[in-house]
């Protein structure tokens, strides 16, 4: 079975500073996309960033990066320069070719001022 | 940018009653998803669709559900007789591929509140 796991539940960081949340992922798939979804209290789902399995480039997107690591089925997010506005449920997800989306459990990331 | 759109933001029912979620996936996709939420807990997924049939569905997806998509358009989730656990978020989700792994894109989702 394809789980995701986020071993943080919450998280705390102070403005402007870096903090990265953590995903373990299991899988006996070689084509697979990893996802990391933003959840505002709007409780919209946001796509923050996307990793594909097949690259070995971590993927990068302003603020955001990962640390995608597929031999420890690892793939962490990192944001730097930590907003008011990152304040958010974090989902990591995963998918494979035509299925569903697998979520975790969520970190609920805040930042203070 | 082309976004999925969701009505009604919320919806109130009486138990019992049954209620039509509406979905518009964005216009070039082909796959179509139902996913749910429970105050607090994570997303899961109920269901996906395509060429105009069920792909795959989850457990949680019984014969109290349904899905269809009636016009070129639109795409809906239809629940027959609301219980009180169905209260939840429900979001919609579209994706253009299926060959390989896809960015699924979310609707802003309806919050379900059966009374």
């Known amino acids: 079975a394809q789980t995701v796991t986020q071993s943080q539940p919450e998280m705390s960081v102070q403005e402007a500073e870096t903090v990265t949340l953590s995903c373990t992922y299991d899988t006996s798939e070689s084509n697979y996309y990893l996802f990391w979804y933003k959840q505002p209290p709007s409780r919209q789902m946001i796509l923050v960033i996307r990793?594909?399995?097949?690259?070995?480039q971590n993927a990068t997107e302003n603020r955001f990066s990962v640390n995608f690591q597929k031999a420890a089925k690892s793939f962490s997010l990192k944001i730097s320069d930590s907003q008011l506005g990152d304040t958010a449920m974090y989902f990591c997800?995963?998918?494979?070719?035509?299925?569903?989306?697998?979520f975790g459990e969520g970190t609920q990331l805040t930042v203070n001022p | 940018e082309p976004e999925v759109t969701q009505t009604p933001s919320h919806q109130v029912t009486q138990m019992g009653q049954e209620v039509i979620l509406r979905c518009v996936p964005i216009?070039?996709?082909?796959?179509f998803y139902w996913y749910r939420q429970i105050l607090g807990q994570k997303v899961e997924f109920l269901v996906s669709f395509y060429n105009n049939e069920i792909s795959e569905k989850s457990e949680i997806f019984d014969d109290q559900f349904s899905v269809e998509r009636p016009d070129g358009s639109n795409f809906t989730l239809k629940i027959r007789s609301t219980k009180l656990e169905d209260s939840a978020m429900y979001f919609c989700?579209?994706?253009?591929?299926?060959?390989?792994?896809?960015?699924?894109?979310f609707g802003p989702g309806t919050r379900l509140t059966v009374l």
């Open positions: 989700a579209s994706s253009s591929t299926s060959g390989n792994p896809d960015t699924q894109y």
């Open positions: 216009s070039n996709h082909l796959y």
């Open positions: 990793q594909e399995a097949y690259k070995q």
């Open positions: 997800a995963y998918v494979t070719s035509g299925s569903r989306l697998t």
